[in-house]
Each structure stands twice: as structure tokens, then as C-alpha cells.
């Protein structure tokens, strides 16, 4: 009985948002609402104090924002305690948050980063046919940012050493420009991106490199069309890491359960 009981709880997952912008929490949380999870899974979110920027656009705000969520301690009250069983870290960046929280044993922790690699890794059908996959994202600080984040995570020398990696394509735009600006502008910016993504070769897989970023497929979809054609164009996989990284703790949390 009490296996069965186990296998029966909840899945708590916490989505915390480390900057201080209440409409991208929204943003995400309406994403997620749209996956087929189990209905064993509970999704709160966090936003970060207003302490912190509303968007994350340099190194600076990414340490700011960790300081600023590690001295929440009404937060770290309920991390301390069996409130949940998973943290994602909603910041596409190398987050130092993702390592810090680690310190929680009792808590799955990943960052929307880390989990949006591994999604794209999964879904390559065939390792060996030279497809590729791709980073887009805001501003140029990421692409130097987020091209040795993805070195670093597969502890290579150099990017270069990643033949199916296709590098970090930015937009010029800021996180938070997604919940500012026109979105005429914004699909503008990003098909621009995007159509250089797809004519730098076989890409196959396109990460959304900005939490910013969730309920933008389309445009992207839109883009891989025009560029590959119909039939190719609607095969490309487009990865929210938000999305990808709710579905892994998920699993991360069930492989606990079973396997300790």
C-alpha cells in the first residue's frame, strides 16, 4: 500500500522567474498550462524581489538576480522545507541559481538552459545525418554568453568543437521588449534571426533562447517554411525551455522516486 501511495503523490514543481517582470511569469505559466502533463503535477511560480531588473540583459543582472533570490527568505523558508519536489530556473543563462539551489538535496534543479540542451539533444533522430541546432536569442551579450555556456556544458575547448551545434543567433532584442514593444516588431526581429539560423545549414532544432520567448513558435515555424520548404520547414522542432524544462523534472522527479 504505501508503494502505491508513493507512486500516487504529487509532482510539485516550482517555476521561479529571477527577475522581477510579473507578465513574463505570466507568460511562462500560460505555456506550461498548454503541455499534457500528468495530472499529479502542481506548478506554482516565483517571481524575483522588484529589487531585481524586470529583465535580465548582462551579467550583472544575472548575479544581482541570484543575490537578490538567495536573500528572500520566505523563499528559502519554503525551499528548506517539503513544499516542493522541483526548481526550474527560468532564466535562459548560466544561471548561477541552478548550481546554489543544489544544495538542496531533497530538490530536482535545472535551469531552462541546461534543460533546453538536453531536449534538443533527444530529439535528433538520427545523430549522424549532419543536422544541427540552434540558439535564438535577445541581445549580442548572449551570443558570447550562451555559445561558451553550451561549450562549457559539454566541457569542450572551444565551441568550434561541436559539429551539431549551429551557434547563437541574436535578435537585438531585450527580454523584456517581448512584453513591451509591438508584436509586429517582435516577429520581425525574430524571423530575421531565425531565417539566418535555417540558411546556415541543416538545422533541425531551434532552442528559444529568452524565457521572453514562449508562445513565439509560430513565427519561427513561419520562418523554417519559407526557408526549407513546406514539408522540411514543418519538421523543424522549436524548443521552449520552459516547457522542456518542466517535462524533464517531471521525469527527474519520478527517476528519484524509483530509483533511491
Keep these: 500500500m504505501a508503494e502505491a501511495q508513493s507512486r500516487q503523490r504529487s509532482l510539485r514543481i516550482l517555476v521561479l522567474n529571477p527577475n522581477s517582470s510579473t507578465s513574463m511569469t505570466n507568460g511562462m505559466a500560460a505555456a506550461i498550462r498548454k503541455l499534457p502533463l500528468?495530472?499529479?503535477?502542481?506548478?506554482?511560480?516565483?517571481t524575483a524581489p522588484p529589487s531585481v531588473p524586470g529583465s535580465i540583459d548582462g551579467?550583472?543582472?544575472?548575479?544581482d538576480s541570484a543575490k537578490a533570490v538567495l536573500d528572500d527568505a520566505d523563499l528559502t523558508r519554503d525551499l528548506e522545507s517539503d513544499k516542493y519536489d522541483a526548481v526550474l530556473v527560468a532564466c535562459f543563462s548560466v544561471h548561477p541559481l541552478v548550481a546554489q539551489l543544489g544544495k538542496y538535496q531533497h530538490l530536482a534543479v535545472t535551469g531552462i538552459f541546461e534543460a533546453s540542451i538536453t531536449t534538443a539533444l533527444s530529439l535528433s533522430p538520427a545523430p549522424l545525418n549532419g543536422e544541427k541546432w540552434a540558439i535564438v536569442t535577445t541581445g549580442k551579450f548572449w551570443e558570447d554568453h550562451l555559445a561558451d555556456g553550451v561549450k562549457d556544458?559539454?566541457?569542450?575547448s572551444s565551441a568550434?568543437?561541436?559539429?551539431?551545434f549551429a551557434g547563437v543567433y541574436s535578435t537585438g532584442l531585450l527580454a523584456g521588449d517581448f512584453h513591451s514593444i509591438s508584436a509586429e516588431d517582435i516577429r520581425a526581429k525574430l524571423e530575421a534571426a531565425t531565417t539566418k539560423i535555417f540558411?546556415?545549414?541543416?538545422?533541425s532544432r531551434v532552442v528559444l533562447g529568452c524565457g521572453g520567448m514562449a508562445g513565439l513558435e509560430d513565427a519561427i515555424r513561419t520562418t523554417a517554411i519559407a526557408v526549407y520548404g513546406k514539408a522540411k520547414g514543418e519538421q523543424v522542432y522549436i524548443i521552449d525551455g520552459v516547457k522542456a524544462g518542466v517535462l524533464q523534472l517531471e521525469q527527474t522527479i519520478r527517476s528519484k522516486r524509483a530509483f533511491r
Design 153 to 156: 556544458f559539454f566541457g569542450q
Design 160 to 164: 568550434t568543437d561541436n559539429s551539431k
Design 199 to 203: 540558411a546556415s545549414g541543416n538545422v
Design 59 to 63: 551579467q550583472q543582472d544575472i548575479d
Design 38 to 46: 500528468s495530472d499529479s503535477v502542481e506548478i506554482s511560480t516565483y
